[in-house]
């Protein structure tokens, strides 16, 4: 079984710039995260879809990151403009549904570096 | 909020010693508590999971865990190390407002030497 694919795998920006980071889930698949991990911390929960629709970005600081997931199983999570706080690990996730029975598969991570 | 606390940010041992890593939550609540472990390189993978019954948890490689409600720990145990569990391990707590969302703890950077 294929896992979580996730692209760009490595990216460095200045700050103040753009980025943006891609994910193609588990196949079937309908409930997908996206983590930050930052050096030393474990993984922070920003934002989580149900298929197409959102069901918590309660920690996404909206005023410079957006996610979406318009056909419900590919996302993107887009950072603009970034700041150096937002050197991290970026984790997409997907679990069959949104019971917490559900297994979370994680991706290898993109690393973003803002210099 | 809910929130995991490892107590052990590295650990070094040698082959065959026994490991026990810390993990204590904070959350009244019913919970799932699960222990994720990252190879170097590679993603972050379940080694283990608790959602109820027997609070002694088994997992892939030889790995359990005990849930103790009482001391809001799910500690994470191996009898005998090897160099090939050289790994960051995190634990973490769904619960909280449901959803099937993970709080995960620091990590526990761990080293087997030979």
């Known amino acids: 079984e294929a896992g979580v694919a996730q692209s760009p795998r490595y990216k460095i920006i200045e700050k103040r710039q753009s980025v943006a980071f891609w994910c193609n889930p588990i196949s079937g698949h309908a409930t997908l995260y996206w983590y930050q991990q930052i050096l030393g911390q474990g993984p922070k929960l920003l934002i989580q879809f149900q298929n197409n629709g959102v069901v918590d970005d309660s920690q996404l600081p909206k005023d410079r990151f957006s996610a979406e997931r318009l056909k419900g199983v590919d996302s993107t999570l887009k950072i603009q403009p970034a700041k150096l706080e937002d050197s991290a690990v970026y984790l997409c996730?997907?679990?069959?549904?949104?019971?917490?029975?559900?297994?979370?598969?994680f991706g290898e991570g993109s690393w973003l570096t803002v210099v | 909020a809910q929130s995991v606390s490892q107590h052990n940010h590295h650990v070094i041992l040698s082959e065959a010693a026994s490991l026990e890593l810390g993990c204590n939550y904070s959350y009244g609540g019913t919970v799932n508590l699960f222990w994720y472990v990252q190879y170097p390189g590679q993603h972050l993978q379940l080694l283990l999971k608790y959602f109820s019954g027997d609070p002694l948890v088994k997992g892939i490689k030889g790995f359990e865990a005990e849930f103790i409600k009482s001391k809001f720990s799910f500690n994470l145990r191996k009898p005998s190390v090897q160099w090939s569990d050289t790994a960051e391990y995190f634990c973490a707590v769904n619960g909280e407002g449901g959803g099937n969302k993970l709080t995960f703890g620091t990590g526990t950077q761990l080293k087997v030497e030979l």
């Open positions: 996730a997907s679990s069959l549904t949104l019971y917490s029975g559900n297994t979370i598969y």
